[in-house]
């Protein structure tokens, strides 16, 4: 997909400089830390970003977690990495406090003014899917938390911004584990439609 030269040097440098920066760090998995920015940068590509935005893909933690300072990115690979980046690292100052439906509406409409760019909530939303994709290695009660904000403030926003698949995924996600026994329930329910919508098909093709 992304075929210019400079494109593709830019965004190996960005790897390069995720993969030294997070260099010691570790995920609660045990994994390495680098492979949470890969994973975002790589599920980035698959939507056919910008390369600047699988770069921020890659970058979207340094600011937060390294001694990286914005200037340097923007020396590097440009104010639009830059920001994006930044903006990132905005949104995550924020928590979900409370599970009143205006105090997450307020938290929308911080996110969607901080973001002058849709990319910035692009990657945060790619963000929180890996992570709530990897859920599983935190606490309970951290688990609960993190859904509860996913559902609050992130799921609207995918919605708000057409991210339907991904809208779908962290809806999914939050259900398991906020009620994994409705979850479990509603697999069943649809295996079964799928497993007769299958025979229906077979059963018409042959006759």
Known sequence: ???????????????????????????????????HPIEVAYMLACLKVSPETICAGFLHDVLEDTEITKERIVKD?????????????????????????????????????????????????IDRVHNMRTLEFKAQKKQQRSALETLSIYVPLAYFIGAFRLKCELEDICLSYLKPEVYED?????????????????????T
Not at 1 to 9: A, L, Q, T
Not at 21 to 32: A, M
Not at 104 to 119: G, S
Not at 193 to 205: A, F, G, L, P, Q
């Open 77 to 125: 690979f440009g104010p639009d990495v830059a920001d994006i980046v930044d903006g990132v690292t905005k949104i995550g100052k924020l928590k979900y406090l409370t599970k009143e439906r205006a105090l997450a509406k307020t938290h929308q409409k911080i996110l969607l003014a901080m973001a002058k760019d849709i990319r910035v909530i692009l990657v945060k939303l």
């Open 186 to 206: 509603l697999n069943l329910k649809s295996e079964r439609v799928r497993k007769n919508y299958i025979k229906c098909i077979t059963e018409t093709e042959n």
């Open 1 to 35: 997909y992304v075929k210019s030269k400079n494109s593709i040097d830019l965004i190996v440098k960005s790897y390069e400089l995720a993969k030294k920066q997070h260099e010691g760090q570790f995920r609660k998995s045990g994994d390495p830390y680098i492979q």
